[in-house]
């Protein structure tokens, strides 16, 4: 008898190997070593087993393997949104120092590590059965990590993104099974032939399949579960959804995009998902407006920032795909920070740095936690000297060079209302303010500090320095 | 050094906000020293040219710095405001005070010495941020803070929209300082209104000026004068650096436009100037009616107003800091800006009453200071240009201007000591300092214009005059 698959497919996907062996690790010593702080090993094992993961990732750059006939395709571009993947996965951990039982803590962060496992996967999946697979065990894992919280809302966000999450996956799969029928083949470049032009087959799956994703990227009007599950999921997890989940979908969508249509039928069917897109940088940052909740408000945020990442890729343009990676990374990294700020104001399981009541005041109180929350808020703004400055005018350069001048107006209507947004939360943290002192944690855990500086060091960072990826294309092999 | 004229500030300032204390003296002399420094490194580093790579793709960017001729005034301007205005910082909290007017000094350096347009879309959002800070600690109504952001913001937008469109169709931002028709086709116009817009908005004219009487009045006095000096100059800055530098061809197409909202602001300023009853906002108002002759002249291009322009720009900067350093001084001893209230300032305090009536009369356009060179030399140029109804217009508004600057010191000089507001002592040293350097600029501009006007007469490099015998000497 002979394996199906040689040692060349499981060496190219060794990273997520040593990412999901770390979760058993982890579970492993949880359970020998319960008695002796476990929370502590557990967080310690799963950081180095991630950045392992991200070394590893690193040193496929420059490479290009298919593996698994063509399933998981290793290149820049795998290797790009990967390491943001495992960025977010590092900043999610960073929080996880507090809230939650400690008895419960190993299990959280080998499910959050197994759900990091999917989203890499989705890095590189260019087969219809890898993309499922990924998205499965992405968000099986995140169905279980929502509804941790000893919270009535945390249930509801749980059942909430169940529900909805499977719906979209039922969706995505009816997309794929069409998608099948009409090229007989699951690999999607099996697709981008003139032939399908003219296969109803091939238009309709490729619309389900659309859908589900805009379900997934919660684009407008398929967004209205991100703030409620935003909301109801503990802090940490809520970061991990913000950006790996964003991440590994929109590697998802731009594979598909790139990679898998047919030139005469590209623009065409993608013409709606920029509309949407356009329609959500609206209504994502409208929506920012009335909240009270900074894990809500970084939702509907991050509604409008997926909107604006996917306005880079309008068009299809080889340029736009790199603006748009470059948008995403400085995504994560500012609004990683943002998290950070709130997690030093929280105390546990209450926490208190995600109400913006807690912001009241801040700058005289806590002058260093409120000036970085400033800095986050202006940078995911678009503010100077920030990368997200510089992320946005790439963006509209990419627009406006691809002739979507509609996309980029509306991407400056949009960014003109979030400050309004943004700036609410700094003017209630510096405007002097004499009312009962509110909740907070009076003693922070060192990690979050130590991610809060090291976003605002890359914030800043990207902006003098931008790292433009090159060489991401072709997307398949 | 370019470097550290920019960095120099900003860290200063950076550094004094997490420094503890509020020892107004320590503050005060730190500040100063700042400025000045910033002041003598512009001197000495007039002439170089500093540049290192940013973004090679979707278009060439460089961290481009260097000192323009306009530049060079305007940072000299910006330098001597802020100084004087840290010397005038009378607050129990300087340290704040104090640390965002350096920060402000700082983001508005690198604006004037970039010589890339992102660079200086950068640094044109930038500057809004310590502005912002200020109105949201200080101000005297939360509104005034977010109108003065929104604005601004929504004009950086347009900015960077146009810089990007900018980019991608020259291949390179790396433009200021060099001339030529960059940009035509079908985009240009967009592009044009993009710059425009953003800049209208920073000067203000009208009719995006809404946010700018709020903004001015709300601004403790030593903050208000640095943006109102200098700060809006941001704006023209622009316009002569970019559209007229390298679109000229959408400047003319379009002028017809600009000269209608240049004398709409001028007309509407000097109106809502003569009835206005806070002292700030009739400045503010002015300050309205006076940019809007500037815009005018910039969409004549014809180059005797331009060189008008570009000293009006500088005496302009000079009174109107000069006048909020001295409204900010009444208001400290009066305890109220409020025309209806005040009076008779001249019998309690001479010394304070004869600053405010110097730089008044600088802004009524007195010959001999410097205001009256740069409005005739305009005014002359809007003639030459064929313009004759807009030259009405503006004598007209010269005219409006000396009945709200009489109106605003018969309110606060002349007249009877009111007995229900508190007597304090005149001038100090320290306080008369702080405006005297701004007054004597203004004389010495006014009997010695040329160190403005013929010393490369203004940073355009596309329009060389024909000669500087087309300067006339007052």
Not at chain 1, 226 to 236: K, S
Not at chain 2, 36 to 45: E, K, Q, S, Y
Not at chain 2, 140 to 160: K, M, Q, S
Not at chain 2, 384 to 406: E, H
Request: hydrophobic share 55%; charged share 10%; net charge positive.
């Amino acid at each position: 008898m002979t394996l199906p698959f040689t040692h060349v497919d499981w060496a190219a996907i060794a990273p997520l190997e040593v990412l999901a062996a770390t979760g058993l690790l982890v579970l492993l010593l949880d359970l020998v070593l319960r008695p002796f702080a476990p929370r502590a090993l557990s967080l310690g094992i799963a950081i180095l087993g991630t950045i392992a993961t991200a070394v590893m990732i690193g040193q496929q750059y420059g490479t290009n393997v298919a593996a698994f006939n063509g399933g998981y395709i290793v290149g820049n571009f795998s290797v790009l949104f990967g390491g943001v993947v495992l960025l977010g996965t590092l900043g999610a951990l960073a929080l996880m120092g507090r809230g939650g039982r400690d008895r419960e803590s190993a299990g959280t962060i080998a499910l959050l590590l197994w759900s990091a496992c999917g989203a890499l996967l989705l890095a590189g999946a260019s087969t219809t059965m890898t993309v499922f697979l990924g998205i499965e065990l992405l968000s099986l894992s995140l169905y279980c990590l929502c509804g941790l919280a000893d919270r009535a809302s945390a249930r509801e966000a749980a059942l909430k993104y169940l529900l909805l999450s499977s719906t979209a996956s039922a969706v995505l799969l009816f997309g794929m099974a069409l998608l099948f029928g009409a090229s007989g083949s699951v690999a999607l470049s099996a697709l981008a032939t003139p032939a399908m032009v003219g296969n109803p087959l091939f238009w309709m799956g490729s619309g389900f399949f659309l859908i589900g994703i805009a379900f997934k990227l919660s684009l407008v009007p398929f967004h209205a579960w991100a703030p409620d599950v935003y909301e109801g999921a503990p802090l940490p997890i809520t970061a991990f959804m913000t950006v790996v989940t964003k991440a590994a979908t929109i590697a998802i969508f731009a594979r598909f995009a790139y990679a898998a249509l047919p030139s005469g039928a590209s623009q065409m069917l993608l013409l709606p998902v920029w509309i949407v897109a356009g329609i959500s940088m609206i209504v994502g940052n409208v929506g920012m407006l009335a909240q009270h909740d900074l894990k809500r408000l970084l939702g509907y945020s991050g509604i409008a920032q997926v909107g604006y990442i996917l306005a880079a890729l309008a068009g299809t343009t080889r340029v736009g795909l790199g603006y748009a990676f470059f948008y995403l990374a400085v995504y994560a990294v500012m609004n990683l920070g943002a998290f950070a700020v709130a997690a030093a104001l929280s105390s546990g399981d209450a926490e208190e740095g995600t109400k913006l009541e807690t912001y009241r005041g801040l700058g005289a109180r806590r002058p260093l936690l409120a000036a970085a929350m400033t800095f986050f808020l202006l940078a995911l703004a678009g503010l100077p000297p920030t990368a997200g400055f510089l992320g946005k005018i790439l963006i509209l350069a990419a627009t406006a060079g691809s002739g979507y001048l509609w996309l980029a107006a509306l991407l400056l209507v949009g960014t003109a209302i979030s400050l309004y947004a943004y700036a609410k939360i700094i003017m209630a943290m510096y405007r002097p303010d004499h009312r009962v002192r509110v909740a907070e944690a009076v003693r922070s855990a060192p990690l979050p500090w130590v991610s809060l500086a090291l976003c605002l060091v890359a914030t800043i960072a990207f902006t003098f320095y931008p790292l433009l990826p090159t060489g991401l294309l072709p997307l398949v092999k | 050094m370019l470097l550290a004229l920019v960095l120099l500030p900003i860290l200063a300032g950076s550094a004094m906000l997490l420094t503890r204390g509020e020892d107004r003296r320590a503050y005060r002399a730190v500040g100063v020293a700042v400025a000045l420094a910033t002041l003598a490194i512009a001197v000495a580093a007039r002439s170089e040219d500093w540049s290192v790579p940013w973004l090679r793709a979707p278009f060439v960017a460089n961290f481009h710095l260097g000192i323009g001729t306009l530049a060079f005034w305007l940072i000299a301007l910006l330098a001597l405001c802020t100084a004087c205005a840290v010397l005038a910082v009378d607050s129990a909290r300087p340290r704040a005070l104090v640390g965002q007017l350096l920060l402000l000094e700082g983001t508005m350096l690198g604006l004037f010495v970039s010589r890339d347009l992102l660079l200086f879309a950068l640094f044109y959002d930038l500057m809004l941020v310590p502005v912002f800070f200020v109105l949201l600690e200080r101000g005297e109504h939360p509104r005034d803070a977010w109108r003065y952001i929104i604005y601004n913001f929504a004009g950086g937008l347009l900015l960077l929209f146009a810089t990007a469109a900018f980019g991608v169709l020259h291949g390179t931002t790396d433009v200021i300082g060099t001339a030529g028709n960059a940009i035509s086709g079908t985009w240009a116009p967009w592009i044009f209104w993009g710059f425009a817009i953003a800049f209208l908005v920073k000067t203000p004219a009208f009719p995006l000026h809404t946010w700018m009487p709020n903004t001015y009045a709300s601004l403790p006095a030593p903050v208000a004068a640095v943006v109102g000096a200098v700060q809006s100059k941001a704006g023209l800055y622009g316009f002569f650096v970019i559209a007229l530098a390298l679109m000229p061809q959408e400047v003319a197409r379009y002028s017809g436009t600009l000269i209608v909202l240049g004398s709409i602001s001028l007309l509407y300023g000097a109106v809502a100037a003569l009835v206005q009853t806070d002292a700030k906002r009739v400045v503010a108002y002015s300050s309205l009616s006076h940019l809007g002759l500037i815009v005018i002249a910039i969409a004549t291009q014809q180059p005797l107003a331009l060189a008008g322009a570009a000293l009006y720009i500088v005496a302009h900067g000079l009174f109107t800091a000069a006048l909020f350093i001295g409204l900010g001084y009444v208001e400290e001893r009066e305890e109220t800006r409020s025309l209806a209230r005040l009076r008779g300032i001249g019998a309690k305090n001479p010394r304070l009453a004869g600053a405010l009536t110097i730089a008044g009369l600088a802004m009524l356009g007195l010959p001999g200071l410097a205001g009256f060179v740069g409005e005739l030399v305009i005014i002359t140029g809007i003639v030459q240009s064929g313009n004759i109804a807009v030259a009405v217009v503006a004598v007209i508004s010269v005219v409006l201007a000396s009945a709200y600057v009489l109106r605003l010191f018969q309110g606060i000089v002349n007249g009877p000591v009111v007995h229900d507001l508190p007597v304090r002592r005149d001038l100090t040293w320290r306080e008369g300092i702080a405006i005297a350097p701004l007054l004597l600029a203004l004389l010495y501009l006014g009997v010695n214009p040329h160190a403005v006007l013929a010393g490369g007469t203004v940073a355009i490099p596309r329009a060389p005059l024909s000669s500087t015998s087309g300067v006339p000497t007052p």
